[in-house]
């Protein structure tokens, strides 16, 4: 019998000063990862855009923080998580080609689906695009 794996990095991170966000990225990636595999999440599904940066040093004003973004060059993790994000707590949802939208704990969110290979870094266990790739 498989047993189920936790990823809990988000928190361990404190990533976010919101534990409820916290929480809700730790169970998208429990859930993505007990699908699919660890391997796969901890190699394909990304923090992107101003989170990323903050967290590699880079400066952003987090009071203008309106979206959350994390990507993936992975299409099998992608269309995994355009079928399957409805099992989440989320509202406001809306699925596209290329790019799913969606609000938890009063943030935006929008996952993306890359056609390019990202320069990327580990943080503590957390995949982020580069800070040299982001504008």
Same mark, same amino acid.
């Not at 169970?27 to 391997?39: C, G, L, R, V």
């Not at 394909?44 to 959350?68: C, E, H, R």
């Not at 993936?72 to 993790?77: A, G, K």
């Not at 989320?90 to 799913?100: A, G, H, N």
């Given at each position: 019998m498989k047993s189920i794996v936790y990823y809990e990095k988000f928190s361990d991170n404190?990533?976010?000063t919101s534990a409820p966000l916290n929480v809700f990225f730790?169970?998208?990636?429990?859930?993505?990862?007990n699908a699919m595999? /660890?391997?796969l999440i901890?190699?394909?599904l990304m923090v992107d855009g101003p989170v990323a940066k903050i967290l590699q040093g880079?400066?952003?004003?987090?009071?203008? &923080?309106t979206v959350i973004n994390l990507s993936t060059q992975s299409v099998e993790l992608f269309n995994f &998580?355009?079928?399957a994000i409805t099992s989440l707590n989320v509202s406001e949802l &809306?699925? /596209?080609d290329s790019e799913i939208t969606f609000v938890v704990e009063s943030k935006k969110v929008k996952i993306t689906l890359l056609f390019i290979e990202p320069a990327t870094v580990n943080y503590s266990g957390i995949l982020l695009r580069d800070i040299t790739e982001i504008t």
């Amino acid at each position: 019998m498989k047993s189920i794996v936790y990823y809990e990095k988000f928190s361990d991170n404190a990533v976010f000063t919101s534990a409820p966000l916290n929480v809700f990225f730790n169970q998208m990636f429990t859930f993505a990862i007990n699908a699919m595999s /660890e391997a796969l999440i901890s190699t394909s599904l990304m923090v992107d855009g101003p989170v990323a940066k903050i967290l590699q040093g880079g400066t952003f004003n987090v009071k203008y &923080l309106t979206v959350i973004n994390l990507s993936t060059q992975s299409v099998e993790l992608f269309n995994f &998580l355009k079928a399957a994000i409805t099992s989440l707590n989320v509202s406001e949802l &809306l699925i /596209e080609d290329s790019e799913i939208t969606f609000v938890v704990e009063s943030k935006k969110v929008k996952i993306t689906l890359l056609f390019i290979e990202p320069a990327t870094v580990n943080y503590s266990g957390i995949l982020l695009r580069d800070i040299t790739e982001i504008t």
